[in-house]
């Protein structure tokens, strides 16, 4: 076989990247009939993937001509042909193995069909289905899953916080009193550290928690503050409100696994450095309970919205109880009141320019990358983001731990001066969450 490829694309690559033809170098592309049909399924609605199908077949009237069903279209210098593939009929050998006139059946049986007209060069099936990609192998063919924006290392999302031990003690009492912080050269770390990164120095007799300041090129002590009544309760919450009350950092990613408290303590720092930003905004991707979809459920919009919202609710709920005190509180509801804090569906971000702006994107992994950047674009002068999510927590069906936009974002932000991110490893929610999140 030489060099060059055919792929076969399946519709969840497409809805997944509608640019996706872009990555294909000089190979060949094919786009069964069937992934057409579907596509048109997904075209109406306001989700990413309904913009996302609408945008690709926008590309393929572009590129359309006479030629694209025999000859195929010219994709551009250095890239192969874009080709519209439908097979008659399925093949036998198809209708054999998997005799269900399913959409699935259909691509396998142009995937087939494309490997026997063209015996000299290399078929392949790309799509993030993990079930259709076993029933290709059991057939012989060759096929791949999308990885394009997979993330190689996912590590760092089950690594506790950095301690580097051996540290001079006298070098930590310095830091102790020297509110400013101390020059980075002063250290002699083994291990690289990023801008903004987080550690435990330890020595013989006393211990500190810093971070890495990439604006002052100094390591500063984090201190244990608290955040409109919540407390950090232990090292990695401590790390997560020095990043998240840092103005300077603008794109701040919060993982861990439940009971955390990635939410809690991103919505308690942005109350308060309510002074700071002309609103708060939380948000958090639709995943449709069982098959109730926002428009088959009763009310207007707040209430079709309100069962989606109502994690977001809870934790603004837990910070109502701990507020002390009373002006603190009706600081809270005249914010509410006012539209200075709002809680609202991702899918109304599409479009807007937030300006001075504090936006908690919360369940970040069921985002794909270009979801991520699509939002991340919106920020406007003196906005800060902050994603929280957990990796072990996908709903898509077509994100993993390596493809999802929060992994993706992470990954491509990190050793950025205004990016930071906090891995969050021990359970604060209570000693049967945690036992759960552990051991279930």
Do not use: W
């Amino acid at each position: 076989m030489g060099t060059k490829k055919n792929f076969i694309l399946d519709t969840n690559v497409i809805l997944h990247d509608y640019k996706c033809l872009d990555n294909f170098e000089e190979n060949d592309i094919y786009i069964p009939f069937t992934v057409l049909e579907e596509l048109d399924r997904f075209k109406k609605g306001n989700e990413q993937i309904n913009f996302n199908a609408r945008e690709f077949v926008r590309q393929l009237d572009d590129i359309t001509d006479n030629g694209l069903f025999e000859d195929g279209a010219e994709l551009g210098v250095g890239r192969g042909k874009l080709y519209i593939k439908n097979m008659p009929k399925y093949n036998k050998e198809i209708e054999e193995s998997f005799p269900e006139q399913k959409p699935d059946n259909r691509i396998l049986s142009v995937v087939l069909g494309v490997a026997t007209e063209n015996p000299d060069i290399k078929t392949i099936l790309v799509t993030k289905d993990i079930n259709l990609r076993m029933k290709a192998r059991s057939l012989g063919l060759f096929v791949e899953d999308y990885i394009t924006d997979k993330v190689v290392n996912i590590d760092v999302f089950s690594e506790k916080e950095l301690v580097i031990e051996g540290v001079d003690a006298e070098l930590i009492d310095k830091l102790y009193n020297t509110p400013e912080g101390i020059d980075i050269e002063e250290f002699n770390f083994d291990e690289h550290i990023d801008p903004n990164q987080c550690f435990v120095l330890k020595s013989h007799r006393n211990t500190i928690l810093v971070r890495n300041n990439p604006f002052t090129l100094k390591i500063v002590k984090v201190d244990k503050k608290s955040n409109f009544g919540i407390t950090p309760r232990n090292a990695e919450q401590s790390f997560a409100f020095e990043v998240l009350n840092d103005p300077d950092i603008k794109l701040v990613g919060i993982t861990g696994k439940a009971g955390t408290g990635k939410t809690l303590l991103a919505l308690a720092s942005a109350l308060s450095q309510h002074n700071i930003y002309n609103q708060i905004l939380l948000a958090r991707p639709i995943v449709s309970l069982s098959d109730k979809d926002l428009g088959f459920l009763p009310g207007d919009e707040k209430a079709k919205i309100g069962p989606y919202m109502q994690p977001l609710f809870d934790n603004l709920n837990v910070i109502k109880n701990q507020i002390g005190s009373s002006n603190d509180r009706a600081t809270l509801e005249e914010m509410q009141k006012s539209g200075k804090l709002e809680i609202e569906a991702l899918a109304y971000i599409r479009g807007r320019s937030l300006n001075k702006t504090y936006v908690i994107i919360d369940e970040a992994q069921n985002l794909t990358p270009h979801e991520v950047k699509t939002i991340i674009t919106r920020a406007g002068e003196d906005t800060k983001m902050v994603f929280t999510g957990d990796i072990e927590q996908i709903d898509s069906p077509y994100l993993d731990a390596q493809s999802n936009g929060l992994s993706y974002m992470i990954d491509k932000m990190k050793g950025q001066k205004i990016f930071a991110h906090t891995n969050l490893v021990k359970g604060e929610r209570s000693e049967l969450s945690e036992l759960a999140s552990n051991l279930l």
